[in-house]
């Protein structure tokens, strides 16, 4: 199994303020990897899907990219409604799922 | 447009099966695989199993032993079944779906069910 690697585990920031999260996967996954938002008793909202194609209805400061193992979720300018649990899903092979990154108000 | 609805017992008493059922609509299970996947209380996701459009299944290999995924085409239901559950099963189960080239990996997701094993 691949395994994803997911860093921060929680990241503290503003309104405004460009944040980055990370995922790094055990061997290539050949950019087939999304991102995802989720807000308390929700499911899982996709953002990016294969490294950096956006998500119909998504705003433009979210953006992805990355190749081989490692992949960046960057949010441009922070919004209030952006604070939430992010997550990266490899489907190169059997799904798998970093830990996650709460993002929360400084 | 693509829906997932998940629905089953909320309380799983310990050593027991637990049986849900996910009904979709908007596309057809012989063309889209539908998979499950499941979030402990506070906790990541885990990829539980899938079903693909030809009726074939894979499943997680930790949980392998415990897992069975079948489909009623005819009805648009998808059911998951899990037995010997212990108290580390208890998560939000959720079903979602891949679409093929066109909407990919899990775009579309179930608002998920709460199951708690405990006696």
């Known amino acids: 199994d691949i395994q994803m690697t997911q860093s921060p585990s929680f990241l503290s920031a503003s309104v405004g303020d460009r944040v980055t999260i990370n995922c790094k996967a055990s061997?290539?996954?050949?950019?087939?990897l999304n991102w995802y938002q989720q807000k308390l008793g929700e499911a899982p909202k996709r953002l990016i899907y294969?490294?950096?194609n956006l998500q119909t209805g998504i705003p433009s400061r979210f953006s992805g990219s990355g190749s081989g193992t490692d992949y960046t979720l960057t949010i441009s300018s922070l919004q209030p409604e952006d604070f939430a649990t992010y997550f990266c899903?490899?489907?190169?092979?059997?799904?798998?799922f970093g830990g996650g990154t709460k993002l929360e108000l400084k | 447009q693509v829906q997932l609805k998940e629905s089953g017992p909320g309380l799983v008493q310990p050593s027991q099966t637990l049986s849900l059922t996910c009904t979709v609509s908007?596309?057809?299970?012989?063309?889209?695989?539908v998979h499950w996947v499941r979030q402990p209380p506070g906790k990541g996701l885990e990829w539980v199993g899938a079903?693909?459009?030809?009726?074939?299944?894979d499943y997680n290999s930790a949980l392998k032993s415990r897992l069975s995924i079948s489909r009623d085409t005819s009805k648009s239901q998808v059911f998951l079944k899990m037995n010997s559950l212990q108290t580390e099963d208890t998560a939000i189960y959720f079903c979602?779906?891949?679409?093929?080239?066109?909407?990919?990996?899990?775009?579309?997701w179930g608002q998920g069910t709460l199951v708690t094993v405990s006696s």
């Open positions: 979602t779906h891949y679409g093929g080239y066109s909407e990919g990996w899990f775009a579309y």
């Open positions: 908007g596309f057809s299970l012989t063309s889209n695989s």
């Open positions: 079903i693909w459009s030809g009726g074939s299944t």
């Open positions: 061997q290539n996954i050949n950019k087939y």
């Open positions: 294969n490294t950096n």
């Open positions: 899903l490899q489907h190169n092979s059997f799904p798998t």
